[in-house]
């Protein structure tokens, strides 16, 4: 399966709270069809890091600038004419919005989902992130789901990583094939 071939310049945002596997499933999914991954949150501005490692969640304020970064990111890729694979969480609709007004163009969600339990222990297994697990429930807070969205599609994470990529590939073709990641 290539996605490049059915939707040359098509973007995918990778997204979900911490601790869910967006840049695995990113790196993935990139694989997969020789597109560019970009992990985002090393677009953060290190003030940013600096507050999610003392514990203290972002405002809409902290997270606008760190949206508009990866939207330059999409629409540089798009106007090269090169897939991009992205992390971001982008947890509520305004931030999906706001990527997708930066898109200009083609540009889908893998939503991966899954419950608090297997997120919890998933970040408290990790090593050398900067994001502790006791900031997961404000996420889990600000989350709204993006059930209904256009171009959107959604991964449980009780999986292998492979599964995970596999199935993401796979509805991410089916949903291009409908035309289903065209910016509204």
Partial sequence: MELEKEAPS????????S???????????AARNGMRFVEGDQL???????????GIPLTDDDRLPWLDRI???IKAAQDASQGLVISCSALKRSYRDR?????GGR?????????RDLLLSRMQARQGHFMPASLLDSQLQTLEPPTGEA?????????????????ACEELRGAAVKGGFHAG
């Fill in 151 to 167: 171009g959107v599609v959604t991964v449980t994470i009780d999986m292998a990583l492979d599964d995970m990529v596999a199935l």
């Fill in 44 to 54: 953060h501005p290190a003030r940013n890091v600096e507050k999610m490692a003392k």
């Fill in 71 to 73: 939207g330059v990111e």
């Fill in 19 to 29: 601790g869910c596997g967006k840049s695995s499933v990113g790196e993935g999914i």
């Fill in 10 to 17: 098509l973007a995918v945002v990778v997204m979900g709270v």
């Fill in 99 to 103: 990527l997708r007004q930066a898109a």
């Fill in 107 to 115: 540009l889908a969600f893998v939503f991966l989902e899954g419950s």
